[in-house]
């Protein structure tokens, strides 16, 4: 379980294919830190950390990770976010995020506002029902308010902090991101769809 809050950026330093899964080899300044078995956000997708390698691990993603998630799209050089999983003894600062990434989701407008970016991205229009105005979204695993909504857009306003220490700068027009949506909207709407059967 994780809260949304990046803690560190890391970057993609090898890969490698094993039928059909991919292994990544992640350089950060917490790789150290990490042990083996540990599950860790990677741009909001959850993955067991397998090895470690003085300032660098390796997590591997099967293929329905690949198939529902950007992960097929990194390359060496991939700038990723990180984060650990949440402690119950502190504040919960984002949402909860299970790392658990639904699909992806599409940039396709980047806005610099002089101070914050303003985001849009699409998203297929079946998990419309599962997104508010002001609501909690999690993009590349970083828990954000989104607003404008339609039924298959949504925007995000990122502030200066989040830009600069996340990989939300290198997304622009074009970019595929990670998206997961809240899991307490999961669970109503569940409810609500066997209460109609």
Known sequence: MFTGIIEFTGKVVGISSNGQNKTFNI???ISSQLKVDQSVAHSGVCLT???LDNNSHTVTAIEETLKKTSLNNWQVGTIV???RCM?????LDGHIVQGHVDDVAVCTSKIDRDGSWEYTFTFHEKFAHLVIEKGSICINGISLTCFNITRNSL???IV?????????QHIEE???VN??????GKYISRMQELNNQ
């Not at 200066?160 to 939300?168: D, I, Q």
């Not at 998206?179 to 307490?184: C, R, T």
């Open 27 to 29: 350089s950060s300044s």
């Open 49 to 51: 950390v397998e090895s």
């Open 179 to 184: 998206i997961e949506f809240d899991v307490l």
């Open 160 to 168: 200066p902090y989040t830009y600069l220490h996340t990989n939300m």
């Open 155 to 157: 925007q995000v306003a």
């Open 81 to 83: 976010n990180i984060e």
């Open 174 to 176: 074009g970019t595929t």
């Open 87 to 91: 402690l119950m003894n502190g504040r």
